[in-house]
Nanobody
Framework: QVQLVESGGGLVQAGDSLRLSCAAS????????TGWFRRAPGKEREFVAV????????DYANSVKGRFTISRDNAKNTVYLQMNSLKPEDTAVYYC??????????????WGQGTQVTVSS
């Protein structure tokens, strides 16, 4: 079992930055890619970014490419999502997940509870 806990969400203004963290416990991240997903009000959960276990591979949704950066520190069992130039449409609950290197929800085995990000205009 892998337990994931997200933190770092909050209320910010458009153009601001936030850094989300995803801390793992239990089996930790050993061997797992880690993804960030989000669910905006009234919408389905969607892919945001993914990073391979080694950190050598990353992928992003087109909507966040160039603004968000995913990274990881395996020594700290933590994955980060640096979010810059935030827009109101980035408002959502953000979830981290551990599983296969994929943009698809079904390829992830473990999920955190989520952290709310609200961007005001």
């Amino acid at each position: 079992q892998v337990q994931l806990v997200e933190s770092g969400g909050g209320l910010v203004q458009a153009g601001d930055s936030l850094r989300l963290s995803c801390a793992a416990s239990g089996r930790t991240f050993s061997g797992y890619a880690t993804g960030w997903f989000r669910r905006a009000p009234g919408k389905e959960r969607e892919f945001v970014a993914v990073i391979s276990y080694e950190g050598s591979g990353t992928d992003y949704a087109n909507s966040v490419k160039g603004r968000f950066t995913i990274s990881r520190d395996n020594a700290k069992n933590t994955v980060y999502l640096q979010m810059n130039s935030l827009k109101p449409e980035d408002t959502a609950v953000y979830y981290c997940a551990a599983g296969s290197y994929s943009p698809y929800l079904r390829h992830y085995d473990y999920w955190g509870q989520g952290t709310q990000v609200t961007v005001s205009s």
